[in-house]
């Protein structure tokens, strides 16, 4: 009987040629990837994540199908399209949630939105003709979601006392930058709960590490085994990780792995996300360092949980499956509406601002997604 020590398990789990993790690379074949190919855009990936600044935030749809209001009121024309532009473009480099959970505009407030149904698109048949057979007919079912979207507001103001010191136009485009960024934390902090509870996921695809087997020091530790349940659970191909500052501490306090990513180019003996990313085999893995302050608290908390991963399987396209998607209401710019009004108070009044939007997190496949390995406990990280 071959007994196996640990630096005969971690020889025997070295990446292969391409850089990955063979089980990582068999899992992505089995979804019809090429793992060498897919090694080349993580590689280029994070090659250009060093050039880019910011993150996409905003719904890349346009807002009125090509079609524009026309302005009668002259405010209207001078400051309601300049300020939705200007919510639209509110940008915080540190947002994640229109990467994790991209925005679909659509033009109801509350029904239905159809997608592919794999289920269907799987099915078997007998295809099999005679010479004057009828070909076999196949079904083309969609499935759905169910949409039901809620109005989330803003108000900024600004007094005209100080804004005697600059254009007003200047003025209210930094109150509906600065609102709008607020506005849009609101939605991150939902993205991240979303994320981080866990009854959002299928039975099969939650990983709960128990005492002696976390990461960061667990005696029983097994990373290998955690990631390829969470990886085979998902029915869509891995292509975000997403976890906290902590999390990647207990990722990197792991000595197995340590031992495993030690041989990568350019390590140092410390795990690095590259490192993590060309291993799994997942083109994104953010570790994110967000703080915020939950309401009725005095202090700043952790955007994103101690001792969880969020695995997902992202997409973009309109009818895929991906783990969320943020539906929003097809109005003003990219789905954000300002509006101004003036106040008669203090000595010169003030002029106000909200901005609105209209949206639903949904959970449109709870499959495409799998949480929990990675970490155990905080142990003080």
Request: with cysteine.
């Amino acid at each position: 009987m071959l007994i196996k020590d640990s630096n005969q398990k971690i020889r025997a789990n070295r990446p292969e040629g391409h850089g990955m993790w063979g089980g990582a690379a068999e899992i992505l074949q089995q979804h019809g990837i090429d793992p060498r190919d897919h090694a080349e855009r993580i590689r280029s990936s994070f090659a250009a994540r060093s050039t880019v600044v910011g993150r996409r935030m905003i719904p890349q749809s346009p807002a009125h199908d090509g079609v524009q209001e026309l302005a009668i009121d002259h405010s209207d024309v001078i400051q309601r399209e300049v300020l939705q532009q200007t919510a639209l473009e509110a940008v915080d480099a540190e947002f994640m949630a229109e990467e994790l959970a991209p925005s679909q505009l659509i033009s109801i407030k509350q029904g239905v939105i159809y997608l592919d149904d794999q289920v269907e698109d799987r099915r078997q048949v007998d295809d099999s003709i005679s010479t004057r057979g009828k070909a076999t007919e196949v079904n083309e079912n969609l499935s759905s979601v169910n949409v039901d979207l809620q109005p989330h507001s803003l108000e900024g103001s600004q007094p005209r006392r100080d804004a005697a010191i600059a254009p007003m136009l200047a003025n209210f485009a930094r109150v509906v930058d600065k609102t709008s960024r607020k506005a849009k934390l609101q939605h991150e902090i939902r993205v991240k709960t979303a994320l981080m509870t866990v009854a959002n996921y299928a039975s099969a695809n939650r990983r709960t590490l128990t005492s002696g087997f976390e990461w960061n020091g667990g005696a029983s530790a097994d990373p290998l085994a955690d990631m390829q349940a969470a990886l085979g659970a998902m029915f869509g191909p891995v292509t975000h990780a997403q976890m906290s500052e902590e999390a990647w501490y207990a990722v990197q306090l792991n000595e197995f792995l340590q031992g495993i990513l030690s041989g990568y180019q350019g390590n140092q003996g410390v795990i690095r996300v590259i490192d993590y990313a060309m291993f799994f085999g997942i083109e994104n893995v953010h570790v994110d360092k967000q703080r915020y302050t939950p309401i009725g608290a005095s202090s700043l908390s952790r955007l994103y949980d101690s001792d969880k991963i969020a695995l997902l399987s992202v997409s973009a396209r309109p009818d895929a499956r991906t783990f969320l998607r943020n539906y929003m209401f097809r109005q003003g710019a990219g789905g954000f509406v300002t509006l101004t009004w003036f106040t008669p108070d203090g000595s010169h009044g003030t002029d106000r601002v909200k901005v609105t939007y209209e949206n639903d997190l949904v959970v449109v496949d709870n499959t495409y997604g799998a949480t929990g390995p990675g970490c155990g406990p905080d142990r003080g990280l």
